[in-house]
């Protein structure tokens, strides 16, 4: 059996990889290289990699026909909330008709589970805090409603097809692999974490706090980190979570329980990196919701699954420790 891995040349989607080829596990990839870098798939690893779109439904065919696939792990998107928002049509071609179309391959290939990486996002603007899964969901941007969008296109397929899926739902990945040589490059760089340690690096002057005066213990945001590898984990055992013959169309947060403001990750990663790490105030920006933190309950009851690497430190020292290796990131 043959996991294939879409968008596993991205950031969560290479540590993804990474971690099923230390568990065992038969891995190809397939990544149009859009944002996604040919040297995160490393060469150590020996995982085949497909350089095509995922919308070539032929080229998906003939790959999960001749790897044997029978799960497929589905990171291939456009992620960028603001550029959803000057772009929509950008995000619904390349997210939902490009889900589509990977089903309609997936289906004629008679692979019939599918794992997704989906995002927090669904929820839009929360009710409560923390978020669960049957919260209200009114996404506030297009990248959030293209990914419910392809939530509920399984559900569909579930039903036409009897195609099953895990849709797992977060915030902010953050951290880098703490042995191997694949970490956060993203161009351009939209993350609070690799923003801050491009301070630290002299790439940037400061780093910009949006609002200080939210009702907050130290008036800054607050969001919920999750480790890389922690999220590479969740999706290996969603993996197992369907081969185990679960049925439908199933979704999970992912979730620290806890989360961190913007004030203290920065104060975090000064300790970490020795850098002073300048820091302006700046407006608060529209639609950003004083804290976000996902309750991870049901992924930890059903999935059994539990985050191990949970101190901010951790894994703020491991993404500093990838930025100072690769500080232009990727050389592809």
């Keep these: 059996m043959t996991i294939l891995v879409t968008g596993g040349a991205g950031y969560i989607g290479s540590h993804t990889v990474a971690e099923l080829v230390q568990h065992g596990e038969s891995v190809v990839v397939v990544d149009s290289l859009q944002t996604g870098h040919r040297g995160a798939v490393l060469a150590s ?22 790897h044997a696939v029978d799960t497929v792990i589905h990171f291939a998107a456009n992620s960028l909330v603001g550029e959803s928002v000057q772009n929509p049509l950008k995000y619904y071609d ?46 506030t941007n297009p990248y959030g409603e293209t990914k419910l969008a392809i939530e509920r296109m399984f559900h569909w397929a579930n039903q036409a097809y009897g195609l099953s899926s895990v849709s797992l739902r977060y915030f902010n990945a953050a951290g880098a692999h703490p042995t191997l040589p694949i970490g956060e490059d993203h161009q351009p760089e939209s993350h609070l974490i690799p923003i801050i340690l491009q301070v630290a690096l002299g790439q940037r002057e400061k780093v910009n706090i949006f609002g200080d005066d939210y009702d907050t213990a130290d008036g800054t945001c607050i969001r919920d980190y999750i480790h890389v590898m922690d ?65 991870a309950t049901e992924a ?16 703020v020292a491991s993404a500093w420790q990838w930025h100072q290796a690769h500080p232009q990131g990727y050389q592809d």
Excluded at 240 to 263: D, H, I, M, P, T
Aim: aromatic share 6%; with cysteine; glycine share 6%.
């Design 45 to 66: 690893l020996n995982v085949p990699l497909y350089d095509f779109d995922i919308r070539d439904t032929a080229q998906m065919v003939d790959v999960l026909q001749r």
């Design 94 to 139: 390349n997210n939902v008709a490009g889900t589509a179309k990977l089903l309609e391959a997936m289906v004629q290939a008679n692979v019939l589970c599918i794992v997704f990486s989906s995002t927090a996002a669904v929820y839009g603007l929360p009710e409560r805090m923390p978020i669960r899964e049957a919260d209200r969901k009114l996404p």
């Design 231 to 295: 999220l590479a984990k969740a999706h290996r055992l969603a993996v197992q979570y369907l081969r185990n013959g679960e049925k439908g169309a199933s979704a999970f947060n992912l979730g620290n329980g806890s989360g961190f403001s913007v004030q203290e990750v920065i104060d975090v990663a000064r300790k970490v990196t020795g850098h002073p790490i300048p820091a302006q105030v700046s407006p608060r920006r529209a639609g950003d919701p004083p804290q976000l933190i996902a309750d």
């Design 300 to 315: 930890h009851r059903v999935l059994g699954w539990t985050p191990e690497r949970t101190e901010l430190a951790e894994i």
